[in-house]
Antibody, heavy 123, light 110 residues
């Protein structure tokens, strides 16, 4: 059974960097058949896909256009986890952040989700 | 503004059937499989349907999915009060190279 355990601060100051980690059990961040994603949800923006990291003989990343200049998603093979770093945050980045596994061969579907982390951007 | 379009709300009586639509375009639904999620407030979304019509283990056959062209539909039969939740469709957008979701549909079981 795959489990995703999120960790990270719930409060970030404006202009700072939001950093979250997703620890994986029951699968490998280096699996060549899945992708590891970050998704957020807020009342104003709904559910918004932020980006993913995946391993297919080498590492690839895809990012949403809305955040592509501010986001980095990194795998950590030594700890079997992946992380989200979103810099220059504003109050509009306040949301519940989820990590999720995408098991689709083509397209995307998210079969396992982390528990969610409410991140508030405020001074 | 979500890439995929869903009705904001639907309602039906216990035991009845309801359908939820999801409309997209040639670069997302028209080009990729659709998935559906159920979300009870305060919890993470739960996968209900993947690859248009497949159900993960543990999802009852009261839940069904279909796709035609650039639209998809989630069907729920034998409605129960426990089905009250928000439902979201999702897929990949080939042009955006990004995951996309609908705005969600609130199901009320009257």
């Amino acid at each position: 059974q795959v489990q995703l355990q999120q960790s990270g601060p719930g409060l970030v100051q404006p202009s700072q960097t939001l950093s979250l980690t997703c620890a994986i059990s029951g699968d490998s961040v280096s699996s060549n058949s899945v992708a590891w994603n970050w998704i957020r949800q807020s009342p104003s923006r709904g559910i918004e896909w932020l980006g993913r990291t995946l391993y297919r003989s080498q590492w690839y990343n895809d990012y949403a256009v809305s955040v592509e200049t501010r986001i980095t998603i990194k795998p950590d093979t030594s700890k079997n986890q992946f992380s989200l770093h979103l810099n220059s945050v504003t109050p509009e980045d306040t949301a519940v952040y989820y990590c999720a596994r995408d098991a689709a061969v083509a397209g995307a579907f998210f079969d396992y989700w982390g528990q969610g982390t409410l991140v508030t951007v405020s001074s | 503004q979500s890439v995929l379009t869903q009705p904001p709300s639907v309602s039906a009586a216990p035991g009845q059937k309801v359908t939820i639509s999801c409309s997209g375009s040639s670069s997302n639904i028209g080009d990729n499989h659709v998935s559906w999620y159920q979300q009870v407030p305060g919890t993470a979304p739960k996968l209900l349907i993947y690859e248009n019509s497949k159900r993960p283990s543990g999802i009852p056959d009261r839940f069904s999915g279909s796709k035609s062209g650039t639209s998809a539909t989630l069907g729920i039969t034998g409605l129960q009060t426990g089905d009250e939740a928000d439902y979201y469709c999702g897929t990949w957008d080939t042009r955006l190279s990004a995951g996309v979701f609908g705005g969600g549909t609130r199901l009320t079981v009257l």
